[in-house]
């Protein structure tokens, strides 16, 4: 028996079965620029921004007269990380379409916006981040609620050093994001949501995101991508070296 060679053998299984199992990544977000508008003004409807994934991406929005609405950065959130299971997902450069309810009643009121995509966009690899969502126990109570048609898997908060309220998210087709907490007046932690991400788990076209938002709140939105890594690619390796070290002639 080739005590040597069966060593190697042992060791090489030992090592693919640790790869198969360990499954940590690290993944950078990288979150839609809307340059060249500048922060603090209005995103022209139907604007046209080079997207990270490749193309380019059309942004289409319908928003009520009782809203503003501009390009917007939270300090709080422009550099952060989500953590979920043995995953980071780290970033730099967060900026949001921030979108303000002007109106003074409570009652939520509707808008939606759309992301058209030049090319597909593979599964798994859209993000969504959703912050600032309001939620209060005034007249009568109420909440922003954001609803998705899509399936999505949530990864996780960042606030920065914010003091904001946590994400409630209800999964399934569509999926729901809103503010895990309520309180009277507009005052955080319950006026606004921490920065919740979300994966897109299915190729997407064409992406909308809506928005019941009640009035006298606050909150943005941006889409970012995440590359999807190659599967088994440590595998593969394992399997080479185990057939090249098994090749290799030894003593009986």
């Not at 977000?29 to 490749?54: D, E, K, Q």
């Not at 193309?55 to 609405?69: A, D, M």
């Not at 909440?143 to 606030?159: H, Q, R």
């Amino acid at each position: 028996m080739n005590i040597h060679r069966n060593a190697v053998y042992a060791g090489l299984m030992a090592a693919l079965a640790a790869a198969s199992t360990a499954s940590a990544a690290n993944y950078t977000i990288n979150w839609l620029n809307m340059a060249p508008t500048p922060f603090g003004s209005s995103v022209p409807n139907n604007s046209v921004f080079n997207w990270p994934g490749g193309g380019t991406v059309t942004v289409n929005y319908s928003v009520p007269t009782q809203f503003i609405h501009a390009r917007v950065q939270d300090p709080n959130l422009t550099v952060g990380n989500v953590v979920n299971g043995p995953d980071i997902y780290s970033w730099t450069g967060f900026e949001e379409f921030g979108a303000t309810n002007l109106a003074t009643s409570i009652t939520g009121i509707p808008w939606s916006i759309t992301y058209k995509f030049s090319n597909t966009v593979p599964n798994g690899s859209l993000y969504l981040g959703v912050s600032g969502l309001g939620q209060t126990q005034n007249n009568g109570g109420g909440a922003s609620i954001v609803t998705v048609n899509e399936n999505g898997t949530f990864l996780g908060d960042w606030a920065g050093a914010g003091n904001y309220g946590a994400t409630q998210f209800t999964p399934g087709n569509p999926f729901q994001m809103q503010n895990s907490l309520t309180g009277p007046g507009g005052l955080d932690p319950w006026w606004n949501s921490k920065l919740g991400v979300v994966q897109i788990n299915n190729a997407i076209n064409s992406f909308t995101v809506n928005f019941n938002q009640i009035g006298g709140d606050g909150a943005g939105l941006n889409i970012g991508f995440a590359a999807v890594p190659e599967p088994f690619t440590l595998g593969f390796m394992g399997i080479g070296a185990l057939f090249a070290a098994r090749r290799r002639p030894g003593r009986v």
